[in-house]
């Protein structure tokens, strides 16, 4: 009933070139693929290469970050607008590489969701823990923290539009995968979340993805779990060959 995503967050990788080469490459090898949606996020610059190398294919194109306001004096800001122009239907909003570096907060991934929404892009909107906060057993309590912060005052018809995604910060880039059996409680938290807000019938249609060194040989054990649904990938969808694999698990 949840179509599975797969999303490939391609950080700050990829001049234009590549990324057109990339696509050349691995849209023939997804191209059977029709059980999941499939998101590619390059740098802003290499957005309208890829959207022209996807035209036609069953790849979607997303931006990694988004601001919140249409347009103004705001250096190095890109908008919504722009990017729905550009031709993104998908965006990446609250990473954790953008909390931990570029202060973003719970209430400006709030202000991004919402604008992204109202460009009619999708936001695959981040929540995870960090390390010290795991061990120190506050993953529920971050969790729910940046869910009442950053998604619990959508309204329900906007919260239907998003996709949520699970990354635990100790397990990104780190090649330290959450067990299926981790993950799989940190979904089920966060779905009970989605229960208490927005009501039975948007948390069994929520779709939760698990982002965190996912690779060919770990997707399988996390896609066995009932409430994960996709994942969102960094250093393995740089390469075509690893990100079609991980698609057709
Ligand atoms: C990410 O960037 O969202 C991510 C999960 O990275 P990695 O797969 O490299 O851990």
Not at 235 to 239: P, T, Y
């Given at each position: 009933m949840r179509k599975p995503v797969f999303a490939g967050n391609w950080k700050m990788f990829k001049t234009p070139t590549e990324a057109a080469g990339f696509l050349h490459d691995f849209a023939p090898l997804v191209a059977s693929s029709n059980r999941s949606e499939i998101v590619i996020c390059p740098p802003f610059i290499a957005v309208p290469i890829a959207v022209d190398a996807a035209r036609g294919s069953n790849i979607a194109i997303g931006a990694q970050d988004v601001f919140w306001l249409k347009e103004g004096a705001y250096t190095g800001e890109v908008s919504a607008t722009m990017l729905a122009a550009a031709g993104c239907s998908w965006v990446i909003v609250g990473h954790s590489e953008r909390r931990q570096y570029f202060g973003e907060t719970d209430e400006s991934v709030f202000k991004k969701t919402v604008a992204a929404l109202d460009a009619g892009l999708t936001p695959i909107v981040c929540v995870g823990e960090r390390l010290e906060e795991r061990e120190a057993g506050m993953t529920e309590n971050v969790l729910s923290t940046q869910f009442a912060g950053g998604l619990a005052g959508l309204t329900p018809d906007q919260f239907a539009k998003i996709v949520m995604a699970y990354e635990p910060v100790w397990a990104i880039g780190t090649g330290r995968t959450a067990t299926p059996e981790i993950a799989g409680e940190a979904h089920r938290f966060l779905r009970d979340q989605v229960r208490s807000r927005f009501g039975d019938q948007t948390c069994q249609s929520c779709r939760i993805l698990y982002g965190g060194s996912v690779k060919p040989d770990n997707i399988k054990g996390l896609m066995a779990q009932p409430d994960l649904d996709g994942a969102l990938v960094g250093?393995?969808?740089?390469?075509p060959a690893a990100l079609a694999a991980i698609v057709n698990f």
């Open positions: 250093g393995a969808s740089l390469d």
